[in-house]
Every structure is written in C-alpha cells, then in structure tokens.
C-alpha cells in the first residue's frame, strides 16, 4: 500500500464524522472562558461519555447490524443508497443525545452544537436521496463554523484552533480524494454545506 494511502486512511480514521461531536464538545470545555467555570470536571466526563456513547459507539454499532444483515456491504457506506438507512439511525440517536442533555442544565452552546450536527445529519440524509456528498467533509465544516461561532460566542482568541481545524479539513479532503472515494465537487460541497449551514444557524439564532 502506498505511502499516500495509508496516510489517507489514518486521516480519514482520524477525523471520521462520528468522532467530531465528541470531539467537538471535548474542544469547547478546553477553551478558557466561562464554560471552565460553570461545567465542573465529573459533569464534563460525564457528557462526554453521554456524546461519544450516543453518536459515536451506537452508530457503529448500527451499521455493524446492518452489516450483518446484509443491508450494507462494508463500514465505509461507499454506495449512496446504503447511506440512507444508516443516515436516518445516526439522526435519531444525535437527536437522543440533544434530548438526554436538554434534561440537565447547561450551557446553550452545547445544546446548540448537538443541535445543529442533529440538523447537519438530516441535511445529509436528505442529500443522500440523490447525490453522494462526503459525510466527512460536512462534519469537518460543521466544526469549523462551530469553531468560529464559539469564538464569537465566547469572546475567545481561538484563532489557532480554528486555523488547525482548516489544516485538518484540508488533509481530510485530500485524503478523501486520494482514496477515490468521492469527487473534488462531492468534497467541496460537503465542506461548505457544513460550515455555511452553521454559521446561519447561529445567525438566524441570535
């Protein structure tokens, strides 16, 4: 296996969409504002356990079903119409976790990032009825423009995140392509979908 491969495998491993909840949320609660006052460090693990149990473990575990059954092939859902059950479960579970955190009091900008990857989901899904989008890049700009919603928010210099989180997107594009697993246009599209339907959400919110 070329060197190029194995690096866009690790890549897209990395940084793959069922991590970036978890990874988003773990990122917030490490920026120094308010939020590292009022979120003790028990109530911290304890969302995060909530998150990555949630949109990370049980999806897998939905696709492994899947799997099993015979519904999909393999784990990478390459085919556009083996994305649409797997799409629809991820939604109702990221859509779980919003409502089993609605039920303990914090912060709006968590409700609001599990929310709007919620709402990301069903955007895909949706997309995914006639077109194959890359589900990375629309995690990776839904982070991104969480990113800079949280710098506005929080009235944080998170400038170098949000820089790394260009750099991670741009390697994870990249990476997509070298696999040959979507078109320069499916990763594009996917990124500024994810990005673009953040920052409106926010600005439509306040």
């Not at 296996?1 to 793959?16: G, K, N, Q």
């Not at 978890?22 to 917030?28: D, E, K, W």
């Not at 939905?62 to 119409?81: H, Q, S």
């Not at 750099?167 to 594009?173: I, R, V």
Request: with cysteine.
């Amino acid at each position: 296996m070329p060197v190029s491969e194995r690096f866009a495998r690790l890549c897209s491993a990395v940084f793959h969409p069922l991590l970036i909840p978890t990874l988003g949320i773990f990122v917030l609660f490490q920026i120094n504002s308010h939020l590292s006052f009022t979120v003790s460090q028990d109530a911290r693990r304890f969302i995060m356990l909530i998150i990555f149990m949630n949109t990370a473990i049980a999806p897998v575990m939905a696709v492994w079903i899947m799997k099993k059954t015979g519904y999909v092939k393999d784990f990478r859902l390459t085919e556009r119409n083996e994305r649409i059950l797997p799409l629809l479960v991820t939604a109702v579970l990221f859509f779980m976790t919003y409502y089993l955190l609605r039920q303990i009091s914090l912060p709006s900008l968590v409700y609001f990032f599990i929310m709007s990857a919620t709402l990301l989901v069903m955007l895909t899904l949706m997309i995914s009825f006639v077109w194959k989008i890359s589900i990375h890049m629309v995690s990776l700009g839904g982070f991104t423009g969480f990113l800079i919603v949280a710098s506005l928010l929080l009235r944080a210099d998170i400038a170098w995140l949000i820089i790394l989180a260009f750099l991670a997107s741009g390697c994870t594009g990249t990476a997509r392509l070298i696999l040959k697993t979507h078109s320069p246009a499916q990763v594009y599209t996917g990124y500024l979908t994810g990005m673009l339907m953040m920052l409106g959400l926010y600005f439509y919110f306040s």
